[in-house]
Each structure stands twice: as C-alpha cells, then as structure tokens.
C-alpha cells in the first residue's frame, strides 16, 4: 500500500524541505512505486538526487530509526517489493 501523500517532484527544492529526521519514503516516475525505503530523509533524499532515476519522491517522517525499518517492512510487502 502506498503512501497516502502525494508526489512531490525530486528536484533541489523538495530535497532542501525534506527534515533531517528518520523516515520512510517512497520513489517513483509517472505515479508509479520504484523503491520504498528508509533512512535520515535530506541525506537519502540528496543521495537520490545526485544518483537515482526517480522523478517523484513521498515521504513520512518517523519518531526512530526502528519505527521508520518498521514500517519500510510493511510498505514493501504490501507493494509486492517484499
């Protein structure tokens, strides 16, 4: 199951918005799910910038590292990424 926000473009501006807090988010093109993942949000954010083929990027900030693990897990087996 996807993430009920909606996309943002991945571009320097959403990156420079994104909190420096433990998240999950979600990467796509054309609306479509390419990679459900975790991490500090603006470091994984900037990273996919500089080096990923995503155009849109979701996220949801997360109180801990293990919540944001936590949920990536759930995220992923609903979307068949499993």
């Not at 473009?9 to 433990?22: F, I, K, N, Q, Y």
């Not at 459900?36 to 080096?51: F, H, P, Q, W």
Request: aromatic share 6%.
């Amino acid at each position: 199951m996807p993430l009920s926000k909606r996309w943002r473009s991945l571009d320097r501006g959403t990156v420079g918005r994104a909190p420096e807090r433990w998240g999950l988010y979600e990467l796509g093109s054309d609306g479509e799910v390419l990679e459900i993942d975790s991490g500090v949000l603006c470091d994984e954010l900037k990273t996919a910038l500089a080096y990923g083929n995503a155009e849109q990027v979701r996220w949801e900030a997360c109180q801990s590292r293990e919540h944001a693990e936590e949920l990536v897990q759930e995220h992923r087996e609903r979307a068949g990424l499993g």
